[in-house]
């Protein structure tokens, strides 16, 4: 069984530029969310999405946002890149089908800002 | 008060003592707990989830919950080196199925 996919791996990106990354979760799996990771602050909880909805969202500025597509895939973008934004961005995904159930995570994409 | 707290550590302990790591939540509406191992450079990986009160075994892992007292601990029998990580709590609360995550307990075994 595959796991959660996420590409790319690797990003230098340009302040002021924007980036767009992706996710694939397991097979079956409505639930996707993104987090951010930096050695200070831990996981930060961007969104959720489940279905094509964002159901949960975090306290992230209005740059960052995200989709699901119909087939549970899922895109972040960030626009008008910030040095801060440099980070470790998490994909993890997870099925309801008997209940809550935890996160399976991808390897993540490492984005770096210059 | 942050919604899931955890001492952040690190906590060292000797090779196959027994590693007790706690996590405490505020919302008593929480239905679902969780534990992630972390290794640095490492996305995290689920290795317990406990959904009712009491003890929930798995091999050298055990997960405790007391819903009354708000607090979930892992307990990791037998420590061994590879086992030196960072351990995140995690806890679904809400008809949304909201996920927080503490900011994760670093434990060293020492050999």
């Known amino acids: 069984k595959a796991g959660v996919t996420q590409t790319p791996r690797y990003l230098i990106k340009t302040r002021g530029q924007q980036v767009t990354l992706s996710c694939s979760p397991i097979?079956?799996?409505?639930?996707v969310s993104w987090y951010q990771q930096t050695p200070g602050q831990g996981l930060q909880f961007l969104f959720e999405?489940?279905?094509?909805?964002?159901?949960n969202k975090g306290n992230f500025p209005g740059r960052f946002s995200g989709r699901q597509f119909s087939n549970s895939r899922s895109e972040m973008n960030v626009s008008t890149l910030e040095l801060g934004d440099s980070a470790l961005y998490l994909c993890a995904s997870r099925t309801e089908f008997r209940g809550p159930s935890g996160y399976t995570f991808g390897s993540g994409t490492r984005l770096t800002v210059v | 008060q942050k919604e899931v707290e955890q001492n952040s550590g690190p906590l060292s302990v000797p090779e196959g003592a027994i590693a007790s790591l706690n996590c405490t939540y505020s919302d008593r509406g929480s239905q679902s707990f969780f534990w992630y191992r972390q290794y640095s450079g490492k996305s995290p990986e689920l290795i317990m989830s406990i959904y009712s009160n009491g003890d929930k075994e798995d091999g050298r892992f055990t997960a405790q919950l007391n819903k009354a007292s708000q607090y979930v601990s892992l307990l990791i029998r037998d420590s061994q080196p590879s086992d030196s990580a960072t351990y995140l709590c995690a806890v679904i609360t809400g008809g949304y199925q909201k996920v927080t995550f503490g900011t994760g307990t670093k434990l060293q075994v020492i050999p």
């Open positions: 097979s079956g799996h409505r639930s």
């Open positions: 999405y489940f279905s094509e909805t964002q159901r």
